[in-house]
Nanobody, 118 residues
Framework: QVHLVESGGGLVQAGGSLRLSCAVS????????MGWFRQAPGKERESVAR????????RYSDSVTGRFTISRDNAKNTVYLQMNSLKPEDTAVYYC???????????WGQGTQVTVSS
């Protein structure tokens, strides 16, 4: 059985930083591209960042480029999202995802809330 356990969300002031983690078990982690999506209240879910199996290729949405960094540790079966210079518009539930790149993800985590106060 596959498990995705996200952590690191919380409340932070604008300009602050958070680091999200997603620990994955039950599959061959190093064989899958990984990603982070987010969904703000009243808005559609959007892709935030993606990383390939080896961690060499990454993609970001325009709204987070230069502020967020996705990384992975295949030895720990964990993907990370370092979020710097946070803005109130970054407030959303953030989801860890398994698989996908041009196509949508195969699996989703349960989500972790990130709230940025102004």
């Amino acid at each position: 059985q596959v498990h995705l356990v996200e952590s690191g969300g919380g409340l932070v002031q604008a300009g602050g930083s958070l680091r999200l983690s997603c620990a994955v078990s039950g599959l061959s982690f190093s064989s899958y591209n990984m990603g982070w999506f987010r969904q703000a209240p009243g808005k559609e879910r959007e892709s935030v960042a993606r990383i390939d199996t080896g961690g060499r290729m990454t993609r970001y949405s325009d709204s987070v480029t230069g502020r967020f960094t996705i990384s992975r540790d295949n030895a720990k079966n964990t993907v990370y999202l370092q979020m710097n210079s946070l803005k109130p518009e970054d407030t959303a539930v953030y989801y860890c995802t398994v698989g996908g790149w041009t196509a949508g993800p195969d699996l989703w985590g349960q989500g972790t809330q990130v709230t940025v106060s102004s």
